[in-house]
C-alpha cells in the first residue's frame, strides 16, 4: 500500500487466544491496525483488550459495536474497566434496528466524544448516516464497497465533513478476500447471509452491484495482492476480512 494504510479484520467471536496470536502476527509484519466487529457470541472490546497486550504499536479498533445492543455508556465503562490503550484505539459504532437509529448514534457520539479522545467512526450504509458520520464523527466504516465505490463514498465524505471543519475525517472498508475454492464458498455462504438483510439488499439495489462483486477471489496469493492493491487510496484504512475454510490459525 502506497497511500491507504492496511488494515487486518476479524471477527469478535474468535477465541481469545487465537485473537492474540493474530494480532503480535499483524505488529511483526508492519500492519498497521486490527479491527474487530462485534457480535452477540463475542464482545470486539474483550478482544481488543488481549491484542493490547501483545502489541505495543497496533491500532486496535471495534468495527462496529451497535449501540442499540451496547449503549455509549456501557462501552465507555467497558473501555474504562479494560485500560485499554487510548492513544491506539478506534471506535467503531452502529445501529440499524429500529425506531430511529440516527438519533441512537447521534446521541451515542454525543456521549462518547464527551469522555473520549478516540477517533469514533460510524458505521454507514445510506447516504443520511453517511452524512452523519462525517460531520459529527470521525469518519466512516463501509463494508462490502468495491473500490469505485469506495473512492467515491470516502470523496463525499471528505467533502461533508471539511464543509462544517471536520478535516481529520478518516474513511474505512473491509475488503473480504478468498483463496481458494474452500475459501471462496464459504464467501458466498457470508455474501448471501449479508445479501438478505434488508439494509444492505437495500444498498447493493442502490449501488447497483452484488456482495460477491466486492470481494477479492483468487486461486493464488499474488492475485489476492493484485485485488487488494486496487483499494489503494480509496480509502484511509484498507481493511483486509480474510474468509478462510475455518477458523483456525
Not at 471506535?91 to 456521549?111: C, D, F, K, N, V
Amino acid at each position: 500500500m502506497k497511500t491507504s494504510k492496511l488494515g487486518f479484520g476479524i471477527t469478535g467471536a474468535l477465541d481469545l487466544d487465537v485473537v492474540q496470536a493474530i494480532a503480535a502476527r499483524a505488529e511483526d509484519i508492519g500492519i498497521d491496525s486490527l479491527w474487530i466487529n462485534d457480535t452477540p457470541g463475542g464482545d470486539s472490546l474483550a478482544r481488543l483488550e488481549v491484542a493490547a497486550e501483545v502489541t505495543s504499536r497496533l491500532i486496535l479498533a471495534t468495527g462496529v459495536i451497535p449501540v442499540d445492543r451496547k449503549s455509549a455508556s456501557a462501552i465507555l465503562e467497558d473501555v474504562r474497566r479494560r485500560e485499554l490503550p487510548i492513544d491506539r484505539l478506534i471506535l467503531g459504532i452502529g445501529s440499524s434496528a429500529p425506531p430511529s437509529p440516527l438519533t441512537r448514534i447521534e446521541s451515542g457520539l454525543t456521549e462518547l466524544q464527551a469522555s473520549l479522545d478516540v477517533p469514533i467512526v460510524v458505521g454507514a450504509l445510506g447516504p443520511k448516516m453517511r452524512q452523519l458520520g462525517a460531520e459529527r464523527g470521525d469518519g466512516l466504516l463501509f463494508n462490502w464497497l468495491t473500490p469505485e465505490h469506495a473512492r467515491e463514498t470516502t470523496t463525499m465524505m471528505k467533502h461533508q465533513a471539511a464543509a462544517v471543519g471536520n478535516t481529520s475525517a478518516i474513511s474505512a472498508t473491509y475488503i473480504r478476500t478468498a483463496l481458494g475454492a474452500e475459501a471462496q464458498q464459504r464467501l458466498e455462504e457470508e455474501a448471501a447471509r449479508y445479501s438478505r438483510i434488508p439494509a444492505y439488499a437495500a444498498n447493493f439495489v442502490r449501488l447497483g452491484i452484488t456482495a460477491m462483486e466486492t470481494a477479492v477471489q483468487s486461486e493464488t496469493a499474488d492475485g489476492i495482492a493484485v485485488g487488494i492493491l486496487a483499494f489503494d487510496g480509496a480509502v484511509d484504512y484498507a481493511i483486509v476480512r480474510a474468509i478462510t475454510p475455518d477458523d483456525d490459525l
